[in-house]
């Protein structure tokens, strides 16, 4: 299976080349492409009047399969049929003497992201609007699972979202995500983190899972009824993330955890869990662990307690106890070659996490933004609307900026992360200031109501309550301070 993970869509004079679809549209007429036939031409349009090596492309497209030159020249004719080149004389993809090919187009590219993309975030928003908005403080209030909710995000295919098309996900790009929690978050908080965990999980599993793990997990983890935890923290091991205690014993072809994790989002109603331990060369490995969804105690697997909490209600956060529960060797994420790697795995992964609380602080960000802005219309005071008084103006402008600025953060984290470059910095960097902003944002909200915003008559006092969990989430304020310092020192080393 290719790792490449094209992300943008190309639009030309003659066709559309589709990351969403997965299809070559030419005209009216849709080609479809088998995944590493689609891989390669996005290959070839990136590299573009650039000669590509076959070895190159071997390496890149067929990176874990043994193939023959054959299967690359019958690839490129299946290709240039598609687009119309001419046998002798080839318009777009051209061979470079005997060594590889060039992707040649001398008119205008517009790199853009897919329509069907901007389709699926407007419905997702629509919803939001027509049944989120409405309900979501009741259920809030009431800390109750949003069943109905859960059951639309299914309906929409957003717990397979990211994950690669050939497992049956939409192989959505990260900056998409970023806007569909975005939206979910403006709605209700508590949504974005039914799928965080679960985004985390499959990211893992996807990046560095085995070619069987892959296949066995990830299409079960698609339509949301085979869900992800995340299982890093413990109750002496939280931002030291690598000081934790659990433990995984080898024992033939299984492996035996003790321990006890903290934080556990999903814990519950979760079928998998991604779960740290140290085994006995005292490093950390990841362990794709399964157990029965809503069970409570599984064969070593208990959870000890639901962690009752300020905001984020709707959603289960517990501790989890292993004892002598045995996990196969089979499922270490990796395989044998990922002993040890667990850590660098998980931080790996956590870049998408930290995108995910960055938008979401974004989405509650912008609701409380919302609400203070029309009840500075509709509230009077002295007179007049408590608009038209410039000390709220000034407070309003400020929020107003800073949401902006946060939004733009993320989004540029994201696009980062689609181009596959290191991203640790800049999501940092997202997640630091959209978390603070956010707390700030949804604190002069809850002023400019007045009396008002303390009460649970209005969402302000919900959005004051759900914003602190962005800033300590993913790893502290502190941590990511730590973080981007760090990755300044390295990027301007000798400068």
């Known amino acids: 299976m290719s790792t490449r993970a094209p992300r943008v869509r190309y639009r030309f004079a003659e066709f559309t080349v589709s990351p969403s679809t997965r299809l070559l549209l030419k005209g009216d007429v849709e080609i479809p492409l088998i995944p590493r036939y689609f891989d390669l031409l996005i290959l070839l349009i990136e590299r573009r009047s650039e000669a590509v090596s076959r070895d190159e492309i071997f390496e890149s497209v067929w990176n874990d399969v043994i193939v023959s030159d054959g299967a690359l020249t019958q690839a490129i004719r ?93 192989g959505l790009d990260a900056a998409t995500y970023a806007r569909i929690v975005e939206e979910l978050a403006r709605g209700w908080m508590s949504l974005a983190g039914i799928l965080n965990t679960h985004k985390i999980g499959a990211t893992m599993i996807g990046r560095f899972g085995t070619e069987e793990q892959r296949s066995r997990f990830l299409p079960r983890m698609v339509d949301g009824s085979f869900r992800a935890a995340f299982s890093l923290s413990e109750p002496d091991s939280g ?121 979401r602080a974004v989405g509650v960000g912008q609701a409380a933004f919302d609400r203070a802005m029309q009840y500075a219309q509709e509230r009077e005071t002295f007179g007049k609307p408590i608009f038209e008084h410039q000390a709220i103006q000034f407070k309003l402008a400020e929020m107003a900026t800073k949401l902006q600025a946060a939004r733009l953060l993320t989004y540029d984290a994201a696009a980062k ?23 700030e944002i949804a604190t002069d909200a809850l002023r400019i109501h007045g009396g008002n915003g303390y009460t649970q008559e209005y969402d302000v006092e919900r959005y004051f309550r759900d914003t602190p969990l962005m800033i300590i989430g993913e790893g502290t304020s502190e941590i990511q301070k730590m973080v981007i310092a760090r990755q300044l020192r390295d990027r301007h080393a000798g400068g």
């Open 78 to 170: 299946i290709l240039r049929r598609s687009l119309g080149d001419r046998a002798k004389e080839p318009r777009f993809i051209r061979t470079v003497s005997r060594h590889g090919y060039r992707f040649v187009y001398d008119g205008v590219v517009e790199e853009r992201g897919s329509e069907n993309d901007d389709e699926l975030v407007a419905a997702v928003r629509q919803w939001v609007d027509r049944e989120v908005v409405p309900q979501a403080g009741e259920l809030e209030q009431a800390d109750e699972f949003p069943q109905a909710m859960f059951d639309q995000m299914c309906e929409f295919g957003l717990f397979g979202s990211t994950i690669d098309p050939a497992y049956g996900g939409l």
């Open 239 to 359: 931002s030291d993330a690598a000081a934790l205690r659990c433990k995984a014993v080898r024992d033939g072809d299984e492996y035996v955890v003790n321990g006890t994790k903290m934080w556990v989002t999903n814990g519950v109603r979760a079928a998998l869990v991604m779960l740290l331990a140290r085994t006995e060369d005292g490093r950390v490995t990841a362990f794709c662990v399964e157990k029965p969804p809503g069970e409570t105690s599984f064969e070593g697997i208990s959870v000890s307690r639901s962690i009752p909490k300020l905001g984020y209600k709707g959603i289960e956060t517990v501790e989890m106890a292993y004892a002598d529960h045995r996990v196969p060797a089979a499922d270490v994420l990796g395989g044998d070659e990922g002993v040890g790697h667990g850590l660098r795995y998980a931080l790996s992964a956590l870049e998408l996490g930290r995108i995910n609380i960055a938008a």
């Open 417 to 439: 992360f689609d181009a596959g470059e290191r991203i640790d910095m800049e999501a940092g960097m997202a997640k630091l200031f959209a978390s603070e902003a956010a707390f």
